[in-house]
């Protein structure tokens, strides 16, 4: 509390220093016009793309002589000042309403105006308008870090909420995506950003660029621009086989031992050849009871660590390491 009661006794302090420097530099018995803006600042909130609004902002003549507003400057066509008086007499007042318009941005958005007047120790009044811009349309998640992830039997979804302008409803998705297993798709009225299992490991860095399909309040179609969407990260495939490490243990050098072997679902298309495995002379594999199973026998060799990886080529024509470990030893 101190602190704080610190910082704003300073920020007071501060502020009475600057108005008093600007009184100090007026001569004592200056006659001509004294410009004042009791307020020179104005905040629209949260708007979408095109929405309009405005303000008024209020300038004082507390000199002797008539306050001239020669002209003024807008950072962009954005805001539209106009004045119901350009001269101001002692003692008067103008109005200087600002039309907006919000521009396709997203962020937060500030804009100024400068008023050029007569009073020579007040020669420019600037204003500042400030906005959080939505663009056309505003997605809640924008950024995707993948990295880590590991895609299975079903697709990777995440869920995107989506802001448009009231009445607005959502009906399609425009847009081609450089990679063919990246996609949008419309789920109750939100969008769901869906990645389908990559069969080779790859170093993703994708923009997604797209409209958005929607219909106003009349009904009419209209496309509708968002944010785009990033995605960076190392995608991965799932293990093909359960589990992804087989260990023969302890065996003899003449004993011939078996371990069980599940290939993972959607590693294969369901009721067709799944893959094979490239031979080995060391290992032999064998279908199990069932589709996806296989019963894999460790043959007879010498003595010794046996490290193997047996290779297993899917039906996309990916190749899958499985890493094999027994030690032999003599009985």
Known sequence: MIARGMVILLVLVLGLGACAREDADRPADWTGPVAQVPVSSHHFGTLFAGARDSVVFVIENTGGRDLELLRSREDCGCTKPSFDRRTIPPGGSAR?????EAPAFHGPLRKRIRVVTNDPYAEILEFELGMEGLGQADLSESIFDLDGVRIGRESWRRRIELKMPEGFSLTGIRGAFEAPFVRLEVVDGALELVIDRPWRPLLLRDYLDFQLEVRDLSGAPRLLKPQGIQLTGTIAPAPAFRPPRLDFGWVTPGEIATRDLVLEPGAGAAGAPAGSFLADEMIEVLPGDRPGAYRVRLLPGPPGA??????????????????????????
Do not use: S, W
């Open 96 to 100: 200087m309403t600002v039309a907006f």
């Open 306 to 331: 046996l490290r193997r990886l047996l290779h297993f080529v899917d039906a996309q024509g990916g190749r899958h390491a499985l890493p094999v470990f027994a030690m032999r030893i003599e009985p």
